[in-house]
Nanobody, 123 residues
Framework: QIELLDSGGGSVLAGGSLRLSCAASEAIFSAYCMAWFRQTPGKEREVVATRNTDDTTKYADFVKGRFTISKDNAKRTLYLQMDNLEPDDTAVYSC?????????????????WGQGTQVTVSS
């Protein structure tokens, strides 16, 4: 069973930055799609960014160039650098991973999830 551990959330003012981390229990990056999702109360979970097995990345439209998904293979860690944060970015962010064909990487479904980390952006 793959385990994912999210960290790095916190409270920032609008315009600030945070870097989320997702540590994996084993080396999976070369064979697994990896992604960050977020969820707010009363709303469905939505994809934020994905990193495919060929290292291509894709972002949700609302990211608008503000976030960067990256990885460190040696540390078995996936990152989400979030800059110019807005109050609407407030949510619980979770990393996820699974084996799937490349064209489904941005939609899933995903079976392995981190516990989530809270991001709060105030104006």
């Amino acid at each position: 069973q793959i385990e994912l551990l999210d960290s790095g959330g916190g409270s920032v003012l609008a315009g600030g930055s945070l870097r989320l981390s997702c540590a994996a229990s084993e080396a999976i990056f070369s064979a697994y799609c990896m992604a960050w999702f977020r969820q707010t109360p009363g709303k469905e979970r939505e994809v934020v960014a994905t990193r495919n097995t060929d290292d291509t990345t894709k972002y949700a439209d609302f990211v608008k160039g503000r976030f960067t998904i990256s990885k460190d293979n040696a540390k078995r860690t996936l990152y989400l650098q979030m800059d110019n944060l807005e109050p609407d970015d407030t949510a619980v962010y979770s990393c996820t991973a699974d084996r799937m064909i490349q064209r489904r990487c941005h939609v899933g479904p995903y079976r392995h999830w981190g516990q989530g980390t809270q991001v709060t952006v105030s104006s």
